[in-house]
């Protein structure tokens, strides 16, 4: 696993944009970007990871993503689970996965492949430097708490460091948790960058955090 990719982009015509858990769902995707004029040539696209799972053309969204160079992502839970599937089953076994869509559509004997080339480009955090600012992403969150790092650089070093820690930035509820419960948040502001994006829990609309 990758744990940090640096992305920076210097063409002044470029348009930077950023996706919520796709699941699968490429002609959706496609709708947007045609929306928005996309230009695949110097425009970028950042996932927030979760291609995988649940949707009807997951196959064909893993292979877009796999040869844009401009699209990029963060690792979801349900990748996670698939870089994982040699050593535990429980992308298999939990049903709460919808392991069965991905297996189905891609196939068992390709999983090795997908898993090898999302391996490629997916990293646990992406570091965007665009237009003067600093944008990150990571899928979950970052936890939220009275010893939890909320400097940029202290999250990623953590990151390098700790298993544990990682799979809290896939997995971290925390924060929306206590958003919608309207609970006092430690931090809201992540020092060391202007912006973080996260998805992995559904909502309405998106919400701002300080700057996530």
């Known amino acids: 696993m990758k744990i940090v990719k640096k992305i920076e982009i210097n063409d002044e015509k470029s348009r930077i944009f950023f996706v919520g858990d796709l699941h699968g769902k490429y002609d959706q995707l496609l709708e947007k970007l045609n929306k928005i004029s996309f230009n695949f040539n110097i425009d970028h696209l950042f996932f927030v990871g979760d291609l995988i799972d649940r949707g009807p053309k997951i196959k064909e969204l893993l292979d877009r993503f796999i040869v844009e160079k401009n699209f990029h992502s963060a690792i979801g839970n349900h990748e996670n689970y698939l870089f994982n599937y040699e050593k535990d089953d429980s992308w298999f076994t939990d049903p709460r996965t919808n392991s069965k869509d991905t297996i189905d559509q891609v196939g068992m004997k390709n999983l090795k492949y997908y898993k090898r080339e999302l391996l490629k480009k997916q990293a646990l955090i992406l570091e965007i430097e665009y237009d003067g600012k600093k944008f990150g992403v990571i899928h979950g969150g970052i936890p939220d708490g009275k010893n939890k790092p909320f400097d940029w650089n202290k999250i990623k070093r953590k990151a390098k460091k700790h298993n544990r820690y990682r799979m809290n930035l896939i997995w971290d509820r ?27 829990e559904t909502i309405e609309n998106y919400i701002n955090i300080g700057n996530r």
């Open 174 to 200: 925390t924060t929306i948790k206590k958003i919608k419960n309207k609970e006092n948040l430690y931090n809201e502001n992540i020092k060391g960058i202007d912006y973080v994006f996260h998805g992995h």
